[in-house]
């Protein structure tokens, strides 16, 4: 039996910055004038939410009824997804990487390796609410609930849980080959952050100006124009815009010091490890409240 073991994992939580990296690494590897637009993605880049491999996996229209079901089938679509290339592919996924129902949500049998992007909490909560079309108090209770899931309309679910516990069980699954990318370090130097992912990590030797060219077609602007003129399929129903800011340190207007001090005590573990820089700020404003 052929090894499946092809799948290189684009993981985050929702709004971290998933759609920039598909869009980078599209822009990159494709040959000049073949990436794809936004809402052309999966010429490059699948994401483990595909309907149509599911349906093939159940042998039929997929209709799940909660995350039994979808488990049923997960294991057979990811089969599906990860032999639908003959060599390493990425695959975008939001959901942690642990097991239910004795199953592994992420088989290490189909798995090669994974990009895990993160951004902080406080810029995430805002993004994170415009994407679940809620006020920002109902954002953050679900990123600070261990059993938060979303899904699509037929049941194909992303297991999201708490963002604390999505990064600390990507970064700490053992023997998973692994890469991570801070959303704001991609922001501030998005040349010297896919110089890392590519030559470190992917191994692959760096063209200069190919690189460059995929950094000035993925910018932020150049992505929220194309959702303006040609719309997003990716966008969830009720949010107005995908692309709406793509800035750091927006928290500072968008959030309140309670909204703050919630996140930061939910969270401070976490944000010691990868955000120091923003403990000193975020616990000046939380004192306020």
């Known amino acids: 039996m052929s090894d499946l073991r092809r799948i290189i994992w684009l993981a985050s939580y929702p709004k ?27 010429q490059f880049t699948t994401g483990d939410t595909r309907q149509d491999f599911f349906d ?7 209709r799940g009824q909660g995350v039994e079901d979808w488990m ?29 129902f004795d199953q592994d949500v992420i088989p290490p049998e189909l798995t090669a390796a994974a990009v895990y992007i993160l951004r902080n909490p406080f810029d995430l909560a805002p993004s ?13 209770e679900r990123m ?15 297991l999201l849980g708490r963002w604390d516990d999505h990064i600390r069980v990507w970064t700490g699954a053992p023997g998973l080959p692994i890469h991570v990318v801070r ?15 590519l030559e470190k990590f992917l191994k692959v030797k760096v063209d200069g100006p190919k690189l460059a060219r995929a950094i000035k077609a993925t910018s932020f602007e150049a992505m929220k124009r194309q959702e303006e003129t040609l719309g997003f399929a990716e966008r969830p129903q009720g949010m107005t815009a995908f692309f709406a800011k793509g800035q750091a340190g927006v928290w500072r207007e968008d959030l309140t010091p309670a909204q ?30």
């Open 128 to 140: 994170f609410a415009r994407h679940q079309n809620c006020d920002l108090d109902l954002a953050i």
């Open 183 to 197: 959303y704001e370090d991609l922001l501030h130097n998005p040349g010297r952050t896919m110089r890392g992912l």
């Open 260 to 289: 703050v001090a919630k996140l930061r005590a939910a969270f401070l573990p976490t944000l010691e490890r990868w955000y120091p820089e923003m403990l000193k700020e975020t616990g000046a404003v939380a004192a306020q409240v």
């Open 16 to 42: 971290s910055g998933n759609t920039w990296m598909r869009s980078l690494l599209a822009h990159y590897f494709m040959p000049l004038g073949k990436a794809p637009d936004i809402n052309n993605l999966r």
């Open 144 to 158: 600070c609930n261990p059993d938060t899931i979303t899904g699509t309309p037929n049941g194909i679910m992303d």
């Open 56 to 62: 093939a996996a159940n042998g039929g229209p997929f």
């Open 72 to 100: 049923r089938v997960r294991g057979r679509a990811l089969r599906l997804i990860a032999a639908s290339k003959p060599d390493h592919h990425f695959v975008k996924t939001h959901c942690q990487t642990v097991r239910i």
